[in-house]
């Protein structure tokens, strides 16, 4: 009977901690994603966050364009100011993807929504430049290494035993931009 307990408590404990280093490891992975979301992969700050940063400040200069053709009642405006004053209150990399999509498929709406104002030739400089940097900024995220390493950890993780490891230690699945 001893050496049956003696067993299983073996075995217990030797599962508890393949669970446990196996979380320890997937969360080391979440905190170099998230460190590569913000810093970049090489520290230098050129990263999926700088890029939405870029975005967030052109989304600043077009609202303030658009409110000079009345046009900040309008539905894809009144939503683009609101995702411009939401920008800041993101904290996870879940919260930045959100932002992202629902900015992905306004802004080029509205763009089109100026766009087809009587635009000064000053006022149609301006517009241009905001939807390159916008144009620019998806590009370069969409290319990111960030993206990569993303879907290399999610492979890397798909497997039964990582599945139950996240399952078990709440360590969750990191969001691409694509």
């Given amino acids: ?16 901690c393949g669970v446990f280093n196996g979380s320890t490891q ?6 170099h994603l998230e460190n590569v979301f913000m810093n970049g992969e090489k520290n230098d700050q050129l ?12 989304l600043s200069y077009f609202l303030s364009l658009s409110k000079l053709y009345d046009l900040g009642n309008n539905e894809n ?15 996870t990399i879940e919260d930045y993807s959100k932002w992202y999509d ?6 080029p709406v509205a763009i089109g929504l100026v766009r087809s104002e009587s635009l000064t030739d000053q006022h149609k400089s301006m517009l241009s430049r905001y939807e390159a940097t916008f144009n620019s900024a998806v590009h370069t995220i969409a290319y990111s290494t960030f993206n990569a390493e993303v879907r290399d950890y999610e492979s ?6 990582s599945s139950l490891i ?10 691409t931009f694509d």
């Fill in 26 to 31: 997937l969360k080391n992975k979440v905190k």
């Fill in 156 to 161: 890397e993780t798909s497997g039964f035993i």
């Fill in 102 to 107: 629902q900015v992905k498929d306004i802004y």
């Fill in 77 to 91: 405006i009144v939503s683009l100011n609101q995702l411009h004053n939401k920008f800041k209150e993101n904290k």
């Fill in 47 to 58: 990263s999926v966050h700088y890029d939405l940063t870029k975005i967030d400040d052109s």
């Fill in 1 to 16: 009977m001893k050496s049956s307990f003696t067993k299983i408590l073996l075995i217990l404990v030797v599962l508890a």
């Fill in 166 to 175: 996240k399952g078990l230690t709440g360590v969750k699945g990191v969001d």
